[in-house]
Structure formats: C-alpha cells, structure tokens
C-alpha cells in the first residue's frame, strides 16, 4: 500500500512554494540608519512595515527582490498599533491584497519577508486567537492573533498568509511571542496615515504616577500642562484621581488606554481627592499635540 503521506507531503511543499512565488514580488527589505525591517506594498506607491524596528531619524529605502532599491520617506507611523506606512516612487510595483479573515486556532500560516532584498519563507502554527484588544501603548487591536514561529528583528513587517493563501496580517515581535497585526487594523490605520500622517489620540495634559490607597488604587498628578484640558476643569497639582466615569480606577495604564482616538472631545467624570477631601470634576479629553 501506497504511503499517503509520500502524496501529501509533496503537495503540501508545492502548494507553500507557490503562494510565496505569487506574493513575493510585493515584499521588501526596509533600511532605516542601522534598522532593518520587512514591508509590503499596501497600495501603489505606499508600502506597510512595523514601526518598533523602524529608525527615528536618517534616510529610508527600500530593496525588492530583484535587487533594485528606492528611496522612501515616512507617511505615517502609530507607535500604539505597531504599524508605519511608507512613500515610494511605484513604478510597476504591485500591491496585496489584504484579507479580513481571522484564521482558526491550530491553522498553519507562513510568513514571508525579506533579508537585504532576499525574500525569505517560514512557516508557522496560530497558536492563540482571541478578541479585539488593546497594546500597552493603548492601540486597539481588531484581533488578538499570536503565532509560533521563529521571527528575526529584520523580518518584523512580514505578510502573513493562511493556508489559502490570503494575506491575512502582520508578523511583529511581541513580548516573548510572535504577533499578527490583522488586516483590519493595518487598513484602519493605514487608511488614517495615509491622509493625516498621524493618528489622532487623547489627551488630558497630565503627568500621573500610581499610588496604592487604603481602598485601591489612584493616579497622583505630578504636573500639570496650564494650557491643557486637566487644567481647564480645574485639576491640580497633588491630586489624586480615584474615579473615571463613575467607575473605581483600575490603574493608571488602563486610563491612558482609554485615550483613544475616538475618545476626542467626550465628556468624562472624574473623582478626585484632594487634601483628603472628595471632589468631582467634568473633563472634555482634547487631542494630543504632535511631537
């Protein structure tokens, strides 16, 4: 009898080979002074890469896989998502399309980047899939997909394809695991980027340190931006916040996330203690200046 795995093997191993073929034309090697990252073409003449690798300053270009290279400028970057989006002159280049799908716990993915131009393949397992987040910098994730795979700092930006073939993300570091960015959050955010060149975020004008209280936890303010929103309601210097929107505050990491783009302009309670005494505030989050 006829070992199967003698058919399924080879057509799996063809079938992997063929999806990087097709998809390797719209992957590049990323320089940025002495940072190297992965990127895709996102959409002509505008290229998606993850933003923890890229430089701060400097020159940036791009490699394809045929060895030519390009110049590139910045467009665009979030810190929060993870997510930087480049300019280039496009040419004939050819961009991905990018899928919505979330993939299922246990499906095979590969990621494709690139290595000084050189197009490199790996293939993986989705090892976590859960509900939309929020980073630690306070970005909202539409999906929380982890990956196991061994991932070089160079080859964060990398596509990520599913078993079909469809791009369904990308592959960043993450704290001790391999993240997928989802599609739908690199157009959300892409899309923003592409037309402001920022996200937008919210902004209180405070400089907060945590304190553990008899009865939980607390923000103690330990400045105050005078020409802020914090200011205009009357918060002050050595307050101490308990409360954000008749709920107990959770920490001070869980307010900041709650500084998100859509958080502009909305009106929220804050309970405060000030010398001991109880004091209730109301706050209009402005948007945060630019760097």
Not at 98 to 109: E, Q
Not at 132 to 150: F, K, N, T, Y
């Amino acid at each position: 009898m006829t070992d199967p795995t003698a058919r399924i093997l080879p057509s799996l191993s063809s079938a992997l080979a063929d999806m990087v073929a097709r998809t390797k034309s719209a992957i590049v090697s990323v320089h940025s002074h002495r940072s190297r990252a992965t990127g895709f073409i996102w959409k002509p003449g505008l290229i998606v890469t993850a933003d923890e690798p890229l430089a701060d300053e400097g020159e940036v270009s791009i490699r394809f896989p045929d060895g030519s290279e390009r110049p590139a400028s910045i467009a665009g970057r979030d810190h929060t998502t993870d997510i930087a989006l480049l300019r280039f002159d496009a040419g004939n280049s050819t961009p991905v399309a990018l899928s919505p799908i979330v993939p299922d716990l246990g499906s095979l993915a590969v990621v494709i980047a690139a290595e000084q131009g050189v197009t490199t393949a790996a293939l993986g397992m989705i090892s976590l899939v859960g509900s939309r987040w929020r980073s630690m910098r306070g970005g909202e994730i539409d999906a929380r997909i982890e990956l196991d795979v061994r991932l070089r700092r160079s080859h964060e930006g990398g596509l990520v394809l599913n078993a079909s073939g469809e791009a369904i993300g990308m592959a960043v570091q993450g704290v001790r695991r391999i993240l997928v960015i989802p599609s739908a959050t690199i157009d959300r955010i892409a899309a923003r980027l592409e037309i402001h060149g920022r996200i937008a975020r919210g902004y209180l004008g405070l400089g907060l340190q945590p304190v553990e209280l008899d009865d939980g936890l607390g923000a103690m303010v330990m400045s105050v931006d005078r020409a802020g929103p914090a200011a205009a309601a009357g918060i002050r210097q050595g307050d101490i916040i308990v409360g954000w929107n008749n709920e107990k505050l959770s920490g001070v990491r869980s307010l900041l996330r709650s500084l998100g783009p859509d958080s502009i302009g909305s009106v929220v309670d804050v309970a405060i203690r000030r010398a001991g005494e109880a004091v209730q505030v109301r706050l209009t989050i402005g948007e945060r200046p630019e760097a």
